[in-house]
């Protein structure tokens, strides 16, 4: 290394320090470049002035940003960011996946990269704690894997997030769903039918639920509850509450279902969940049991059945020593409609099918009310559970 790429990279690590301690500047911060002088005038007064001009330049080339990949979060055309090791960047555009030309100089230059992402943020990746999830200052969310678990190299993913959320009507002008669909789905919600969207990952479930709590009447309190706040809404009232995982020494961590019981004592209206996975099925399903009608929220499944034994399961998990008949019961009785989305090969996504919950012999059963079928909607109105009762019968007869 040359002396001035050495002093550069001393820099870097300092303002990585400064930053770590809260004193630095955040990611494309305006006075980035006046601290940087400043370090460079405190480091090396004797340097003559112009190769103190260029040694700030090089060290903010290198303290800021992302490198090659600034050029991608810039495009707004870009919805997704994934860095397979230095040699390999792939980018989601409307919905597709593609090669880029992009690599990183080293495996360092990515470390490199992935510091000056963190850093700012409190968070750090290393051999002790080889993964982190953390939201940028805009949103953003951002994965990080490293080795020795990321075994071709350290993997970072950036979900870009999207200035404004889909609405129903933009979900219906890109053919995610037809008009009178959505229509349907937005009664359910007026009319406080508790609504869990599935799916597969990428499916586009939390957009469908951000569309959704969009026809939750102005005037409701909502509570949005989420490992990393998604969701935009559109409404007024909304408190949005956001998990925490675990510190570097393992503690502090706050999750979904902590904060789920705790909205219960805010007086909600709606809680909104934006990913169920773990115990907080439970006390979703005894809230939505209690009076807290019409929430909303998501689940990774493959079906409407598999979202129901899904939630059954991770009711179960939650609630050991709960007979399990109970536990079918709070789902029967909890939940009325599930909205099921997949992602085409195309990259374009679609609601498949919407099934209403009804009570079966053995807990919960699904009662198909909506399936498209080779292109073709095929439709029928509620009539088998709670829901017809709910929505009344205007909305039945939709
Ligand atoms: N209906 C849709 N039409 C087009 N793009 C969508 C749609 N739903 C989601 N997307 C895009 O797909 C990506 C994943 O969506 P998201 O709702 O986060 O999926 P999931 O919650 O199922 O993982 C986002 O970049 C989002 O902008
Ligand atoms: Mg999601």
Request: net charge negative.
């Amino acid at each position: 290394m040359e002396p001035l790429e050495q002093l550069a990279e001393a820099l870097r690590r300092r303002l990585i320090a400064r930053a770590r301690e809260g004193e630095g500047v955040g990611l494309g911060g305006s006075t980035l470049v006046e601290e940087v002088r400043e370090l460079v005038d405190a480091e090396v007064p004797a340097l003559p002035e112009g190769e103190r001009v260029s040694l700030c330049a090089r060290v903010v080339r290198l303290a800021t940003g992302l490198g090659p990949l600034e050029p991608l979060l810039a495009d707004p055309g870009v919805d997704e960011v994934m860095v397979n090791g230095p040699g390999d960047v792939y980018v989601e555009r409307a919905g597709r996946l593609e090669r880029t030309a992009l690599s990183f100089g080293s495996e360092a230059d990515l470390m490199h990269s992935i510091e000056r992402v963190l850093a700012p943020l409190g968070r750090r990746v290393d051999e002790a704690s080889p993964l982190c999830d953390a939201r940028l200052p805009d949103g953003s969310r951002v994965n990080v894997v490293i080795p020795p678990l990321a075994l071709d190299g350290a993997c970072l993913t950036i979900r870009k997030f999207r200035t404004s959320g889909f609405s129903l009507d933009e979900l219906v002008a890109n053919g995610t769903l037809p008009d009178a669909l959505a229509d349907f789905l937005a009664g359910c919600v007026a009319a406080r039918a508790a609504v869990l969207v599935s799916g597969g990952t990428g499916s586009g479930k939390t957009t469908t639920l951000g569309a959704l709590s969009g026809a939750i009447p102005d005037g409701e309190r909502i509570v949005t509850i989420e490992d990393a706040a998604e969701l935009q809404l559109r409404q007024h009232h909304v408190i949005r509450l956001e998990s925490r995982p675990a510190n570097v020494e393992g503690r502090g961590e706050v999750t979904i279902r902590q904060l789920v019981r705790n909205a219960l004592r805010m007086r909600p209206d709606r809680i909104v969940v934006g990913e169920v996975r773990g115990g907080e099925a439970l006390d979703m399903l005894m809230a939505l049991n209690t009076g807290h009608e019409g929430s909303l929220t998501t689940v990774h499944a493959n079906s409407p059945e598999d979202a129901l034994r899904r939630i059954e399961t991770l009711a179960l998990m939650a609630g050991l020593g709960l007979p399990h008949a109970a536990v079918r019961e709070q789902v029967a009785s909890a939940l009325d409609l599930v909205v099921h989305q997949a992602r085409l090969p195309d990259g374009s996504r679609r609601i498949e099918r919407v099934a209403e919950v009804v009570r079966a012999p053995g807990g919960a059963a699904t009662r198909e009310l909506y399936r498209l079928r080779r292109g073709k909607p095929f439709w029928r109105p509620p009539g088998g559970g709670e829901l017809a009762a709910r929505l009344g019968p205007v909305g039945a007869a939709a």
